[in-house]
């Protein structure tokens, strides 16, 4: 069965960085596209970033472009989100989810996730 743990998330000031990990387990054959959501008390969840099993396609929400940066190590079946310039809109509780790619490796997902991990909380202050 697949499972993502996600770690990295903390608490840093306006202006600092931090780097998210998703390890994906449980299935080394099935490739898979992850995106990493968000949500912060009494607001829905969002896409924050996407990355097809390729690496080539990628897909970032318009509040974080520019400043967040998602990559993946397949080797490792582990995602990164690299979150730099952060803001106190930034803070939330962070999810790494998980789809398959449905025989397209260039397969972002966005929607329709089949696997979540339990979130990492990230806090910005000002």
């Known amino acids: 069965q697949v499972q993502l743990l996600e770690s990295g998330g903390g608490l840093v000031q306006a202006g600092d960085s931090l780097r998210l990990s998703c390890v994906l387990s449980?299935?080394?054959?099935?490739?898979?596209?992850m995106d990493w959501f968000r949500q912060a008390p009494g607001k829905e969840r969002e896409v924050v970033a996407a990355?097809?099993?390729?690496?080539?396609?990628?897909y970032y929400a318009d509040s974080v472009k520019g400043r967040f940066t998602i990559s993946r190590d397949n080797a490792k079946n582990t995602v990164f989100l690299q979150m730099n310039s952060l803001k106190v809109e930034d803070t939330a509780l962070y999810y790494c989810?998980?789809?398959?790619?449905?025989?397209?490796?260039?397969?972002?997902?966005?929607?329709?996730?089949?696997?979540w991990g339990q979130g990492t909380l990230v806090t910005v202050s000002s």
């Open positions: 989810a998980a789809t398959t790619s449905r025989k397209n490796s260039d397969y972002i997902g966005l929607d329709g996730m089949d696997f």
């Open positions: 990355i097809s099993w390729s690496g080539r396609n990628t």
């Open positions: 449980g299935s080394t054959v099935i490739s898979y596209a």
